[in-house]
């Protein structure tokens, strides 16, 4: 069973900067070999894109709302992966959701990914 935990949510003020942190686990299940992506859902909004990398870290996309400000990377052996958030903008609250997909090659397509956490809370006040 594969079980992705977030963290690293809070409140924080526009312009600041938050590290968010998405650790796998389960029996055996190691992040290698999976694309992984984080996406955010706002109230009344469907679940958005924010970014995405390939399983060996080698290829990121992101959203055109956050590139230039976010980062996505990973730590295999640890078993994480990471969003970086710079410049953040009250328009950035939202869960993110961080997903898992078994094609390794890190798409934009939330239908592709089976595996995803609980969330974590983003709230960036103005």
């Known amino acids: 069973q594969v079980q992705l935990a977030e963290s690293g949510g809070r409140l924080v003020q526009a312009g600041g900067s938050l590290r968010l942190s998405c650790t796998a686990s389960g029996r055996t299940f190691s992040i290698n070999y999976y694309g992984m992506a984080w996406f955010r859902q706002s109230p009344g909004k469907g679940r958005e894109f924010v970014a995405a990398i390939s399983w060996r870290g080698d290829t990121t996309k992101y959203a055109d709302s956050v590139k230039g400000r976010f980062t996505i990377s990973r730590d295999n052996p640890k078993n994480t992966v990471y969003l970086q958030m710079a410049s953040l903008k009250p328009e950035d609250s939202a869960v993110y959701y961080c997903?898992?997909?078994?094609?390794?090659?890190?798409?934009?397509?939330?239908?592709?990914?089976?595996?995803w956490g609980q969330g974590t809370q983003v709230t960036v006040s103005s």
């Open positions: 997903a898992a997909e078994r094609t390794g090659l890190g798409t934009i397509d939330h239908q592709k990914y089976p595996y």
